[in-house]
Structure formats: structure tokens, C-alpha cells
């Protein structure tokens, strides 16, 4: 489970903010939020309000960003990192950027750090307690020689040959971690961490991210098991008695295999295997509603964009509940009636063990209700003057702003809490 998130000089942050899913001592709603990791005490959810521009997404961003530098390192040392710096600043964007992590692996608390700009890693390191704090390794970059240097700690079992050979494959632009999956070495600890990566914290889903073929592909692959699906879309009162998955194969017109030889190489094998086949493998995805006890089917492009939103989320759900993972959700609220989204909220914290959620969201109505929401699970994010993100918890208000009784979706509405959009009148006078 992820304990905290720290970002510096990324995109629209400039100074250090942090993300922290530690719980405060309230135990309002303890078993439904709280995970006991050891003698700490983990939150499964954060949900992140602010004004639009206000660096909700840069949070989840960063996180993804980060799972991608380690798990898709670069294949030449030459390449550019593919993100920002805080732009807004003279100095910012000639400065390095850093970002952290504590989580849980295996009931090991590890905390890993790396610092980089768009060139290169500059310097990262690894700490794990088991169960005091102990270093896996250091490492710097060389950064006129491009070399990588690495000291592993004094617990870490790593011959002279077997730090050579991480050199070496660790580019100046890859993390160790990236090198090491470049790598047929074993150790323990790098690998611990990589399985982490992998399979707990799981790639960014956006508003526009299409859902239905990851899910559809999961089930075809028995990760997920259709019947959950469809008890979960019941329990959310959508009309759906099945889910038909049939795969059939479909000729490929001529005309698309000359333009794919033309964007890419005329000698690629897969487009001459294309070629030779004829043929693609395509997927039909229908659901079944049984209405008046008679089955009726319509194909996914015919049925509404939330029936098809909240499909992929069942998924996901599935997913959450069956499994420890997170997930990073851009605009949670996107397709979904009010209701909904607070039914897939509860859904996941009643029913998950160890899986956490963190999204983005403009939905204020969960605001108005404690029976269902904890201080320290509510984050804001607020633009300063200086168009720089700060990034804050609705636990972080002392009681002369929050107290028991106060009702939080007024005073967010009202602007004591920050982390609204400071709009103008809207009378505009343009130029005719």
C-alpha cells in the first residue's frame, strides 16, 4: 500500500507537496478506511478537489510518470524524459526535479527517491526496514561521462560483478530499477520493489480512457470473472442479465495494409504477417437485458456512455476487491449519476482488504454527507499566485475553520477552504 507520494518541480509544482494516505487518530469510519500495516495505520482512498488548472491531475501525473520511468526505461541514453518542469519560475526550469515514495511490499515498508531533469537521473536511492532502516542502494550519475555509479548498502548481498553489470545496463536516463529489468540478475530487494510497480500500483485512468477492452480482455483471460461483473452492474441498477464476448475474425481491407507500409518500414514482419494472414482478430462485445423474461442483446456501441463507463469500473471494482492494488482515477464523476459514483465509492471501501483508490474529482455532494467521508481522506489542491500548486488535507484545518459540526460542502463552497476557481463577472465586452 502506498503511505506517501512526494513531488517536487514537476508540471504545475514547484515546491515539495505531499500526499499522504497515513491516517489521523480519528477513528471515525475505521473499518471501512483503514488498513493496520504493521503499527501504522493506512487510508484506502483520497479524493482530490480543486478548481480546474489547479494541479489535480498533476498529482496522478506524477505517480504515473514515475511508474513509467521505472518499469519503461529508456532504450537509448539520448532520449529525453518526457515531462515538465514548473515553468511559471526562472529558475525552476534549469533545476532538478524530485519525486518519492514510502509504501508497504510484503509487509516491508520500503522508501525509494529519485532525482532527475529531462536529460538524465541525477541521483536516486532505495531504503527498506525490516525492521529497522537499512539502504538498498545509492546511486549518482556521472552526468559529463553519462556513467552511473552505484553503492549498494551494507545488508545488500551484491558482488563487484553484479554492481558492473547494473552499471552498465543502467543508462543515464534509466532509474537502477529500469536497469535491473534490463538485466538477468537477481536480488531480492530490487525485485520486491519492481513487483510492487507492476502489480500493485496500476497505469493512470483518465476520463476518456476506454475501459471496456481492458476489462473485456481480463475476462477473456479468467483475471476477472464474468459473473462478478455482472452482479456488480446489477447492484448498480443497470438491466443487464449477461455479458456476450464472442471473437470473430475480420478481413483486412487492402487499402490499410498500404498505408501501414507506408508509416512504417516495408520490410516489417508483422505487417507481411498481416499481409499473408488476411485476416484480424476482432472482439463483439454485447450485454444481454432480459426484460418481461425474454433476453434481448444489444452490441456495446449501442448502449449509453455510463452503462459503458461503469462496465469498465465493475472491472476495476473486481479488480480492487479480489486483489491488492491501486488504482489513479482522473474525474471519477465522468459518465456517472451522483448516486453511482457514491455507490462504487462505498462499494470499494466495504468490500476491498488492502487496495486504494486515488482520483480527481468535482463532485462536492460527498462533502455534504460525514456518514460517509474522513477528514484526512479529502485533499484540495489551490493555485497560488505564482500559478503554483499547493496541495493540502481537509484534516490540515484546525478547529477555528473545521470543527464536528461544521458542514464542509458550505464552507468549500463559500471559499474557506480554498481550492475554488476565483472567477470575474461575466459580463464581457468584446470588440465588434
Not at 525490516?130 to 545488500?156: D, M
Amino acid at each position: 500500500m502506498i503511505i506517501d507520494f512526494s513531488i517536487q518541480n514537476f508540471a504545475s509544482i514547484k515546491e515539495k507537496q505531499t500526499l499522504s494516505f497515513e491516517a489521523d487518530k480519528s477513528t471515525h469510519l475505521e473499518d471501512a478506511y483503514v488498513v493496520h500495516c504493521g503499527q501504522q495505520r493506512i487510508l484506502k482512498f483520497a479524493l482530490i478537489y480543486g478548481a480546474n488548472a489547479s494541479g489535480k491531475t498533476t498529482i496522478l501525473n506524477a505517480l504515473h510518470f514515475l511508474r513509467n520511468l521505472i518499469l519503461k526505461p529508456e532504450v537509448k541514453k539520448t532520449a529525453e524524459l518526457r515531462f515538465n518542469p514548473f515553468l511559471f519560475d526562472q529558475l525552476t526550469p534549469t533545476q532538478n526535479s524530485i519525486l518519492s515514495i514510502t509504501f508497504f511490499q510484503n509487509g516491508i515498508k520500503y522508501f525509494y527517491e529519485v532525482t532527475f531533469f529531462k536529460k538524465a537521473i541525477v541521483s536516486e536511492e532505495l531504503y527498506f526496514y525490516n525492521p529497522n532502516r537499512a539502504n538498498v542502494f545509492k546511486r549518482k550519475t556521472n552526468l559529463s561521462k553519462q556513467f552511473t555509479e552505484i553503492e549498494f548498502g551494507t545488508k545488500i548481498i551484491a558482488d563487484k560483478i553484479f554492481r558492473k553489470t547494473l552499471e552498465a545496463n543502467t543508462l543515464s536516463n534509466n532509474t537502477v530499477l529500469g536497469g535491473y529489468l534490463k538485466t538477468n540478475i537477481d536480488l531480492k530487494e530490487l525485485q520486491e520493489v519492481i513487483i510492487w510497480f507492476e502489480t500493485y500500483l496500476n497505469p493512470l485512468v483518465y476520463s476518456e480512457t476506454e475501459l471496456e477492452g481492458f476489462v473485456t480482455t481480463k475476462i477473456q483471460e479468467n483475471e476477472i470473472s464474468k459473473s462478478d461483473i455482472v452482479t456488480i452492474l446489477k447492484k448498480a441498477d443497470f438491466n443487464i442479465s449477461d455479458i456476450v464476448i464472442q471473437e470473430e475474425e475480420k478481413e483486412i481491407p487492402n487499402e490499410f495494409i498500404q498505408f501501414l507500409k507506408k508509416q512504417l518500414k516495408a520490410s516489417d514482419e508483422r505487417i507481411k504477417e498481416l499481409e499473408d494472414k488476411g485476416k484480424l482478430s476482432a472482439v463483439n462485445l454485447e450485454f444481454e437485458h432480459t426484460v418481461d423474461n425474454r433476453a434481448y442483446t444489444l452490441p456495446l456501441e449501442f448502449e449509453s456512455q455510463g452503462t459503458r463507463r461503469y462496465y469498465g469500473f465493475a472491472g476495476l471494482l473486481a479488480l480492487l476487491i479480489k486483489n491488492s492494488m491501486a488504482f489513479p482515477i482522473d474525474e471519477l464523476e465522468a459518465s456517472l449519476h451522483p448516486d453511482l459514483y457514491l455507490h462504487f465509492l462505498l462499494s470499494f471501501l466495504l468490500n476491498s482488504k488492502s487496495s486504494q483508490i486515488i482520483a480527481t474529482t468535482h463532485n462536492r455532494e460527498i462533502l455534504d454527507n460525514k456518514d460517509i467521508f474522513r477528514n484526512d481522506a479529502i485533499w484540495f489542491t489551490d493555485k497560488q499566485d505564482s500559478c503554483a500548486t499547493v496541495l493540502y488535507s481537509l484534516a490540515d484545518f484546525d478547529s477555528s475553520v473545521v470543527r464536528n459540526t461544521t458542514n464542509i460542502l458550505n464552507a468549500y463552497k463559500s471559499g474557506k477552504l480554498s481550492a475554488t476557481p476565483n472567477l470575474g463577472d461575466t459580463f464581457i465586452d468584446l470588440n465588434l
